[in-house]
């Protein structure tokens, strides 16, 4: 059949919905509602509104009434507090505009919504000055103008520096143009595209997807943070990690024995190497079925018993594909529960993965969810398991493409893989996330999947796959943390030195220095290459890896502090350049775009192995201090600063409160007890919110927290405001160290719950 495109068309009829406005289409319909003064949905379809779904978005329901202002001409206007909707009507074309008449984001005129057979797009105007970030697991480079993606979850082991598509789907992107910000999260968990200026002729930017409706947010808040705030509100955040899970975890495929993981244990306490975690790839499994062991385990609950006398907790991996085999218990109970995907006419649909032959758990149905959560218990948590890593959901399966005929749901909720392979990682972590918090019984579980769509960070942390040991690989994985944080998920990171390739010693150093300023610090590596525990590159590298490790548990007061942030607003805490300097072109330039924030006030410049200098950027007013050695640099320009192995180029903005802590084992060690609040000279007031609470439990929700604002007055004074909350801080001394002063003595103080007055000795 010679197809052509279809137009929306005109707009018919208008009548006025609840939350807000219901527009007949001469070839379909529209729905435009509010969910805040600065958040609207969209949404085109062929057919009327009769049913609504989202995989990421918890409360559909409108909660603000969109105003239906008096019409211009044909053009039909409403508004919020803080938007102005105009609708043209001949034909269909949608442009938003702030209550400053100021034009954030119009639907293209020759284009607007159209469809070619099922597939659906949205051709918005492109302004010149117009730049793109987002989507987040994306390569390339972090202004997506001129560029095309698409959203389809793909098993991609030692992907191109810039192969589309990766692991995950999270089709939200914000635009900045005119000195002006909006975002649009498009709703929509099929096969999706975004081109963003490229191919046309600098005019248009379109996305679509091959099936379902144009259902889009439309963020209209006046900063990236914002707009991120506003994401987050619709889509979730995330719960604050358990602390154990922020320390370093040592993971490798292939330890495949009680005894060696013990003695990966050991050795890092008898080498004095920080660290937390020991994950356990597949090979802990009986022939790689889920929620078994394998002999080789004779006393798991011995094992983790020794682990946890040691300061450890352990994370287990667990695919999505269950082995068919007569007698194994998660397999004959998932067929009898009917919680397999599959093929049409209900016979379950057989994917070969490790185990071979293996069903897929249909993570839609509410039932399976409850199903597979409720299997964590007895092999894992029962025995002291509280971490849990989701691999192969995207969904992956030997030779890649499932069919796409699958079938997921039941009735009126069926659906095939088309619909939701995008999906089907959140739906699994969400299943793991929620059964897993059960069985811990108010404990928090730590869960880490590779495949995810919108909303992931209210179950998981995300790491990028199988990338691979270059410098170009460890370059690239900062700009994907950077976009996965600005796409509303915090908690991620990647394998450390690369998971394909034996990593030079230096890059291997270099990739553990960067990894201290990403959220997950996990050292991980294929079954393949050698093995890389931090003890194995010779004495004297081992005492530069001493000092890393030394250094991120150092910081955990900063990066816990960043986390609380993530939770409460969703600002991410790894920031990439553009969220907090929004209108310098440099935030955007190649050259700078790998450095971010890290938390408030801190600059990482990540650079080459083989770079012992580098060019690196300061933005903004004020000056910047090279941490480790105080030296001060003007904001605002570009630096060539030295960058050994030993010293990576990291920066504190001037007026920087950053709270750490003395270097422990690992994170169940109490410390000196005491708290260092490093404090940067600088002329403006800054405020930083301190935040701890027991790491471990739920209780932070019922306010056993403990909290505090700390202020640096340049006038004179640090100010640590009165706590709230009712959790007793674990330091009993604060020590104010001070940087850029001109006595830069260091005060200890007791910590008091009151407000505490701090008179700084400048000024004494
Ligand atoms: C996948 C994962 C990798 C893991 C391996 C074996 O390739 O991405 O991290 O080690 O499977 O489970």
Redesign the pocket.
């Known amino acids: 059949m010679n197809r052509i495109s279809e137009q929306a068309g005109n707009v018919i009829k208008e009548s006025i919905v609840d939350g807000g406005v219901d527009l007949q289409l001469s070839n379909g319909y529209a729905r435009i509602t509010a969910y805040n003064a600065t958040t609207l949905r969209i949404r085109v379809g062929k057919n009327s509104f009769t049913t609504d779904h989202s995989f990421a978005v918890d409360n559909l329901r409108a909660t603000v009434k969109l105003q239906v202002l008096k019409s211009e001409g044909t053009d039909k206007v409403y508004a919020t507090d803080s938007l102005v909707v105009k609708v043209a009507t001949h034909p269909f074309r949608v442009s938003i505009y702030n209550h400053n008449n100021q034009l954030l984001c119009a639907d293209e005129a020759t284009l607007g919504v159209s469809w070619y057979g099922d597939k659906v797009s949205c051709y918005k105007q492109l302004h010149s000055d117009e730049k793109f970030i987002g989507l987040g697991e994306k390569t390339g480079d972090i202004n997506r103008r001129g560029n095309f993606y698409q959203n389809w979850n793909t098993?991609a082991?030692a992907y191109a520096n810039n192969a589309d598509p990766l692991y995950a789907t999270i089709p939200f992107f914000i635009g900045v143009h005119d000195r002006l910000t909006y975002g649009i999260f498009f709703d929509n968990s099929n096969k999706s595209y975004f081109n963003f200026g490229g191919g046309a002729d600098e005019e248009l930017f379109h996305f679509g997807a091959d099936d379902g409706e144009m259902n889009y947010y439309f963020f209209g808040g006046n900063t990236v943070a914002s707009i991120i705030n506003d994401y987050t509100n619709l889509t979730g955040r995330t719960p604050m990690p358990p602390l154990w899970s922020l320390g370093f975890q040592q993971?490798?495929?292939g330890y495949d024995n009680q005894e060696q993981l013990l003695t990966i244990a050991k050795t890092f306490r008898e080498k004095k190497l920080p660290a937390d975690v020991i994950v356990s790839?597949?090979n802990y499994m009986d022939n790689y079925k889920v929620f078994t062991w394998s002999s080789k385990y004779p006393d798991v609950k011995g094992m983790l018993g020794q682990m946890k006398g040691m300061g450890f907790d352990m994370v287990t991996?667990i695919?999505p594909g269950i082995k068919v085999e007569k007698g194994y218990k998660a397999y004959e109970d998932g067929l009898a529960g009917n919680h397999f995907a599959k093929y049409p006419g209900g016979r379950p649909y057989i994917g070969h993965v490790?185990p071979g032959r293996c069903h897929f758990p249909d993570f839609t149905k509410e039932e399976t969810r409850k199903w597979w959560g409720d299997q964590f218990k007895q092999p894992y948590i029962d025995n002291g398991v509280k971490g849990f890593?989701n691999?192969?959901n995207e969904p992956?399966a030997w030779g890649r493409e499932f069919p796409n005929l699958i079938e997921f749901g039941e009735g009126k909720d069926k659906k095939t893989l088309y619909n939701v392979k995008n999906a089907y990682g959140l739906l699994m972590a969400r299943s793991t996330y929620e059964g897993a918090r059960r069985g811990l019984n108010g404990q928090r579980p730590f869960v880490l999947t590779?495949a995810s769509y919108s909303g992931v960070q209210k179950y998981s942390a995300q790491?990028t796959?199988?990338n691979v040991s270059s410098d170009d690989h460890m370059l690239l994985g900062f700009r994907l943390l950077n976009s996965m944080g600005l796409s509303g998920i915090p908690y991620v990171g990647m394998?450390i030195g690369g998971?394909m390739g034996n990593p030079s010693p230096e890059l291997f150093i270099r990739w553990l220095s960067l990894g201290v300023y990403s959220p997950l610090f996990r050292n991980?590596?294929?079954?393949d290459y050698n093995y890389r525990e931090p003890w194995l590159f010779g004495e004297a590298n081992t005492v530069k890896i001493r000092a890393i490790l030394e250094q991120r548990y150092k910081l955990l007061p900063h990066l816990y502090s960043a986390f609380y942030q993530a939770h409460q607003t969703g600002m991410p805490i790894n920031r990439m350049l553009p969220i907090d300097y929004t209108f310098d072109d440099n935030a955007y330039s190649n050259k700078y775009q790998n450095q971010f924030l890290f938390g408030n006030g801190l600059l990482v410049c990540p650079v080459a192995s083989t770079q012992n200098s580098t060019e690196v950027y300061l933005p903004g007013k004020g000056n910047w201090y090279r941490f480790g050695n105080d030296k001060i640099y003007a904001g605002g320009s570009n630096y060539f600063v030295e960058s050994p192995l030993e010293d990576l180029p990291v920066f504190i903005k001037a007026g920087g409160i950053i709270p750490m802590q003395s270097a422990v084992q690992n994170t169940k060690e109490r410390g000196d007890g005491i708290l260092y609040l490093h404090i940067y000279k600088g002329m403006e007031q800054n405020v930083y919110t301190y935040y701890e609470d027991d790491g471990n439990t739920y209780d932070y929700e019922k306010g056993v927290f403990y909290k505090r604002d700390i202020v640096y007055n340049p006038q004179s004074l640090l100010i640590l405001k009165a706590k709230e909350g009712s959790f007793n801080s674990k330091f009993k001394k604060v020590k104010v160290v001070l940087h850029g002063f001109k006595q830069n003595t260091s005060k200890e103080y007791d910590l008091t719950d009151g407000e505490m007055v701090i008179q700084l000795p400048e000024y004494n």
């Open positions: 098993d082991p993971s490798r495929w790839d597949i991996i695919d490790w890593w691999d192969m992956a590779r790491w796959g199988d394998d998971f991980h590596t294929c079954i």
